[in-house]
Antibody, heavy 120, light 106 residues
Framework: QVQLVQSGAAVKKPGASVKVSCKASGYTFTDYSMHWVRQAPGQRLEWMGW????????KYSQKFQGRVTITRDTSATTAYMELSSLRSEDTAVYYC?????????????WGQGTLVIVSS | SYELTQSPSVSVSPGQTASITCSGDKLGDKYACWYQQKPGQSPVLVIYQDRKRPSGIPERFSGSNSGNTATLTISGTQAMDEADYYCQAWDSSYVVFGGGTKLTVL
């Protein structure tokens, strides 16, 4: 069965970086894209960017351009999201989610979420 | 940038039909999908490509998309359907979410 398992919660200081991992299993990793979505406490879902796991192309939301980097390791079937220059407003749950063009780019599987707290 | 607009809240009585709308410029020309999110849980896809239901999603969930509006319809709403619902579309390699609608079943 398809599973996306994310790394554990993190507490970071303002100005630091955080790297969240998303281990995929149960499907051919390179046949799908991986997206990252975040949700601040009590707020809406916010899309950050995605990576085509097959050809490594990436696209980032303009809001996060320059601060976010999404990568993948095909041998480990793992995607990563690194966010730099953290500020308190980046406190949120970060999700990875799988998509494919054949499903209209919808997210059919999600990770369990990773809480990132930014606090001095 | 492209935007999707949802009403913040919708209320429905058990057994009745709930309609949640999502509006965006020429949204009908794109594929819309819908997610259900309950407190403390990851979102779950309930409708994709405007009207398709993933395996395991009850038949009472249906979708449509035309013009500037996509609609998620829940027929015979149950207490377990109380959740936040988000629409999503794909626009030129970017993903856009609506602001979410809180469905209350009372």
């Amino acid at each position: 069965q398809v599973q996306l398992v994310q790394s554990g919660a993190a507490v970071k200081k303002p100005g630091a970086s955080v790297k969240v991992s998303c281990k995929a299993s149960g499907y051919t990793f390179t046949d799908y894209s991986m997206h990252w979505v975040r949700q601040a406490p009590g707020q809406r879902l916010e899309w950050m960017g995605w990576i085509n796991a097959g050809n490594v192309n990436t696209k980032y939301s303009q809001k996060f351009q320059g601060r976010v980097t999404i990568t993948r390791d095909t041998s480990a079937t793992t995607a990563y999201m690194e966010l730099s220059s953290l500020r308190s407003e980046d406190t949120a749950v970060y999700y990875c989610a799988r998509s494919s063009s054949s499903s209209g780019h919808s997210f059919d599987y999600w990770g369990q979420g990773t809480l990132v707290i930014v606090s001095s | 940038s492209y935007e999707l607009t949802q009403s913040p809240s919708v209320s429905v009585s058990p057994g009745q039909t709930a309609s949640i709308t999502c509006s965006g410029d020429k949204l009908g020309d794109k594929y819309a999908c819908w997610y259900q999110q309950k407190p403390g849980q990851s979102p779950v896809l309930v409708i994709y490509q405007d009207r398709k239901r993933p395996s395991g999603i009850p038949e009472r969930f249906s979708g449509s998309n035309s013009g500037n509006t996509a609609t998620l319809t829940i027929s015979g709403t149950q207490a377990m359907d109380e959740a936040d619902y988000y629409c999503q579309a794909w626009d030129s390699s970017y993903v856009v979410f609506g602001g979410g609608t809180k469905l209350t079943v009372l």
